[in-house]
């Protein structure tokens, strides 16, 4: 069974502390258990960096070898064509994830580059949003 990459961009390794009244404070570790508990056993690679060059290769290693990828990209949603231009080159479902509405926030944070090249979009649950994204990808995967 090919593993599910769940890929976190910049500064979430920092959620649980990290202006918990936009992004809650629920650790990213916590995330990770939350979504393993959705997969039911699929296998998931939950991998954070905080640098686009290292997410760019999970990409890649995801497009040898993964199932579907859920994306968090942070901060590279606004600003990276690279991770765009890797994220279109893999041939299944992509769904990009955002814990809060980027669509009701300021200007830097509202329009995801990202966004161009994904199967789905989901902002706005919180935390909760990764399970649901994890069960909406087995859905796909279907």
Not at 119 to 130: F, P, Q, R, S, W
Request: hydrophobic residues 45%; contains cysteine; proline residues 5%.
């Amino acid at each position: 069974m090919k593993p599910i990459y769940i890929l976190n961009g910049p500064n979430l390794n920092r959620l649980g502390t990290r202006e918990p009244e936009i992004y809650g404070t629920t650790t990213l570790a916590e995330i990770e258990a939350m979504c393993r508990e959705a997969a039911g056993g699929q296998p998931l690679k939950f991998l954070q960096s905080n640098h686009e060059g290292q997410i760019v290769e999970w990409i890649h290693e995801a497009i040898d070898g993964g199932s579907g990828i859920i994306i968090n990209p942070a901060a590279l949603s606004f600003t990276s064509i690279a991770v765009l231009d890797a994220l279109k080159m893999f041939k299944g479902p992509i769904i990009e994830l955002h814990i809060s509405n980027i669509h009701a926030r300021d200007e830097a944070h509202r329009h995801s580059r990202i966004s161009a090249g994904v199967t789905a979009v989901i902002a706005g649950l919180g935390a909760k949003g990764y399970p649901v994204a994890v069960r909406a990808l087995l859905d796909r995967l279907k």
